[in-house]
């Protein structure tokens, strides 16, 4: 990955307070073509909060955001999914109680019109589904299995399946490993990897240094709700990035 | 130790593998889906054993109907509320005050045809008030705003009726409620007519059943209750499909209202006394999850006919009323443990 690919996403001076606590000041942050960014940070720096601007469940107090080079400015969820950014939420953001296709749509589901009445399009979603679970290579028995009868690792599988279902430019990952078993890690920084070659930009925030060290190809730290460092993957070591967690330069 | 470990996890796998081929576990998804018919079925017949001659006989089969047809509205209602992981406890409350303000129409000489539609914008219009408290003034739970709506509405209802009955409709106005279709063109006796309160049942569960399962505002309802903050993330105005589904239950009370109205031919201050908590039952029985997501039309209509049946039987066989409350209350209970069991199985811990 070389700087030379198009910049996607870019937040400049991004500040948010809660009442009279600052959770983010002053935040700086670029993703481009095809990169895997990875954001790290203690308990509280402020990652959680930057994710939530970006995907415009929150307002920033101060700062702009940059998409291919124009400014926007993000009301809702929705917005962001107009641009192609993407989230993928810690708490996977899954209705367990619907089948992978429908919560792969969900809130974009497609339609066919009958008269002036619109009908959910059964056969559209299950095809749609299985191209593209086909295209990234996940596997499950079936599209109408419900999400609440899969592992962790396939539920990880579906949200991510999710957010690149609509042409996804960049695509926002809160601690995608997490909550998985050993086995299932691997199989979702494959997918990492395979979204990065198709030409999205990867934000993944992560407690796991083995993460970030497999897919990220730049790293940057928070630290109190500031940018603290940031690096080229190649140019820092785990040691000094655990460092930066702590506040250690 | 770690090899030990492996092994018991290995073999827990295994357990599971088998387990899920067995017969049945394929059975059990049919077994969801179809139990609470199979249930009704085996009621209807244990029924028809014991009181053969008039169970089955076509006087109280519409009588059945006919008994349930304001309940099964307001049942629906409370089943699209208790799929969002609500519940509203004013349905029977919206019913009376949607009733009194039809016979306060009617007896001021409005046409039939405004008396017939005041009740279900009245009903709308409660239930509007439902949803709106709920989403805007950020209520803990719905529990509690339905449960102040309770007592207003029914405490409205008796204050601009004086809480007396009023008595005495046209017979357009009776129609849904009374009205029967005649079915002497097939050959059947005159005593064999086809209650109007049963084909509007069927008509409304059929339309409810199609915007639940086959419109986008019905996903999105089930996604509210599978997971409110993943219908949020997805773009969904989770407070816009609430209001809808609260209005929507208002509206059905006020269908029920106008029912009672045409079977009762009056509006009496004790209308629908403590039909919000059949209603829940139906819901609950017919296999509609407390938390939310779960539960099928069908399901709610199984749960209202199991209701029906068992107070009709019970009481062509003489049993106490106090038999009957004892009766539904262990099949609730009975319901919502093989819910229980249910999720056990089904999920993923």
């Known amino acids: ?249 | 130790m770690k090899s030990l470990v492996g092994l018991w996890e290995k073999n827990k796998m295994d357990d599971k593998e088998k387990k899920q081929d067995s017969l049945y576990v394929k059975l059990i998804p049919y077994f969801e889906k179809y139990g609470i018919l199979l249930l009704l079925v085996i009621m209807i017949l244990v029924m028809h054993i014991l009181q053969p001659d008039v169970f089955l006989s076509w006087r109280n089969v519409t009588n059945v109907f006919k008994q349930i047809s304001w309940q099964s509205m307001l049942a629906l209602g409370v089943f699209m509320v208790i799929v969002t992981a609500g519940i509203d406890l004013s349905v029977g409350s919206i019913m009376m005050l949607s009733l009194m303000i039809l016979a306060i129409v009617a007896k001021a000489g409005a046409p039939w045809f405004i008396v017939v539609l005041v009740p279900l914008f009245a009903g709308f219009l409660c239930g509007l008030i439902n949803g709106l408290g709920i989403t805007l003034l950020r209520m803990p739970h719905p529990f509690i705003m339905t449960l102040g709506t309770l007592y207003i509405f029914r405490g409205t209802g008796n204050l601009i009726s004086g809480g007396t009955p009023i008595s005495g409709f046209t017979d357009e106005v009776r129609y849904l409620g009374h009205g029967r279709i005649d079915l002497t063109w097939l050959g059947l006796e005159k005593s064999q007519y086809l209650p109007v309160s049963l084909v509007l049942i069927a008509v409304v569960y059929f339309v409810f059943w199609v915007f639940l399962n086959h419109s986008r505002t019905g996903k999105w309802i089930y996604a509210i209750g599978g997971n409110p903050s993943a219908a949020r993330a997805s773009g969904i105005n989770v407070n816009k499909i609430l209001i809808i589904v609260y209005s929507l239950c208002g509206f059905l009370s006020g269908i029920g209202a106008l029912i009672l109205a045409g079977r009762t031919d009056s509006g009496y201050p004790n209308a629908g006394l403590q039909s919000e908590l059949d209603a829940i039952a139906a819901c609950i029985i017919g296999g509609a999850s407390f938390f939310g997501g779960r539960g099928t039309v069908l399901g709610v209509f199984a749960g209202v006919m199991i209701m029906g049946i068992l107070r009709n039987g019970l009481n062509l066989m003489d049993v106490s009323s106090f038999w009957q409350q004892v009766l539904i209350g262990s099949i609730i209970v009975l319901a919502v443990y093989v819910d229980v069991l249910r999720r056990d199985f089904g999920t993923r811990k």
């Open chain 1, 1 to 249: 990955m070389t700087l030379t690919n198009k910049l996607l996403l870019e937040a400049k001076g991004i500040t948010k307070y809660f009442g009279t606590i600052t959770a983010l000041e002053n935040v700086n942050l670029k993703v481009h073509e095809g990169e895997c960014l990875g954001v790290v940070g203690d308990n509280g720096a402020g990652k959680s909060t930057l994710m939530k601007v970006l995907s415009g469940l929150y307002k920033p107090s101060a700062g702009a955001l940059f998409f291919k080079g124009k400014e926007h400015v993000l009301d809702s969820p929705k917005d962001s999914q107009n641009l192609g950014l993407e989230m993928v939420y810690q708490d996977l953001a899954l209705a367990g109680n619907l089948p992978i296709g429908e919560n792969i749509f969900l809130g974009r589901e497609p339609t066919k019109n009958i008269g002036f009445l619109k009908f959910l399009d059964f056969k559209k979603i299950q095809e749609m589904t299985s191209a593209h679970l086909e295209k990234l290579k996940i596997n499950v028995k079936s599209a109408d299995q419900k999400v609440e009868e899969l592992s962790g690792g396939q539920r990880q599988a579906v949200a991510i399946a999710r957010s690149t279902a609509f042409n996804a430019k960049v695509v926002i990952m809160d601690e995608p490993t997490a909550a998985l078993a050993i086995k299932e890690v691997g199989k979702v920084l494959d997918l990492i990897n395979k979204l990065k070659s198709t030409g999205v930009g990867v934000i993944v925030i992560s407690h796991r240094m083995d993460d970030i060290f497999t897919v990220c190809d730049r790293v940057m730290a928070l630290f109190q709700g500031t940018n603290f460092a940031e690096s080229q993957l190649d140019k820092t070591s785990r040691d000094e990035v655990i460092g930066w967690i702590m506040g250690k330069k």
